[in-house]
């Protein structure tokens, strides 16, 4: 079935430093999303893309969908300590199921 | 505008029990949809409900069951429970088009011992 690689798997930041994630996979989606779960909660959808090539942000973070609609990154600039978290890939299965990637944990540097 | 509510929030059974989880969308949402969340398997979609019928459906075993009434609210009932099938139970609401946003509730804790 589709399948969603999502890294880093964790990553340890300090305040202020650009932050990186991607998520790959060999099928192709229609639309890409990425969500941010805080423990004890549900997944939070901070962006969705829905065109090739699109590039969106939504204050600190900005996310793109890969031109050949098989890849998506999601950056985060001068990040604060409520950046900590785990985020989420998603793709839009053909039948409007969400497939979700792994997740990267996001941690402060101690 | 209130957002999706699960009930309850925590829940221990032991293995063979029965257990019955309740969503209530956002409203003016027709669209529930069920997610198991797992340490090891991460999120996987157990299946989607849009105006009383499944519309999709993942892959899990028919012990993982759901239904939805005529208010949009859904119950997701998992029978003859194994101690695999402790996770996070969440379930996410949308309008109703296959493009409309999900949005998640806080989910369902189970704990099968």
């Known amino acids: 079935g589709q399948q969603l690689n999502q890294s880093p798997q964790s990553m340890f930041i300090q305040e202020g430093e650009d932050v990186s994630m991607n998520c790959t996979s060999s099928?192709?989606?229609?639309?890409w999303l990425w969500y941010k779960q805080d423990p004890g909660e549900g997944p939070v959808l901070l962006i969705a893309?829905?065109?090739?090539?699109e590039l969106t942000s939504n204050g600190r973070l900005t996310a793109q969908f890969g031109i050949t609609r098989k890849d998506s990154f999601l950056n985060i600039s001068a990040s604060i300590p409520s950046d900590v978290g785990i985020y989420f890939c998603a793709g839009r299965g053909s039948q409007g199921n969400l497939i979700f990637g792994k997740g990267t944990k996001l941690s402060v540097k101690p | 505008k209130a957002g999706v509510t699960q009930t309850p929030r925590y829940l221990i059974k032991t293995r063979g029990q029965q257990v019955t989880l309740s969503c209530s969308p956002i409203?003016?949402?027709?669209?529930v949809s069920w997610y198991q969340q797992t340490p090891g398997q991460g999120l996987q979609f157990l299946f989607e409900?849009?105006?009383?019928?499944?519309?999709n459906k993942g892959n899990f075993p028919g012990r993982f069951s759901g239904r939805q009434f005529s208010n949009s609210r859904s119950e997701m009932n998992v029978s003859t429970l194994e101690l695999g099938d402790s996770a996070l139970y969440l379930c996410?609401?949308?309008?109703?088009?296959?493009?409309?946003?999900?949005?998640f509730g806080p989910g369902t804790r189970l704990t099968v011992l």
């Open positions: 996410a609401s949308s309008l109703g088009s296959l493009l409309n946003e999900q949005f």
């Open positions: 099928s192709i989606f229609n639309t």
């Open positions: 893309l829905y065109k090739a090539g």
């Open positions: 409900y849009f105006s009383e019928t499944q519309r």
């Open positions: 409203s003016g949402h027709r669209s």
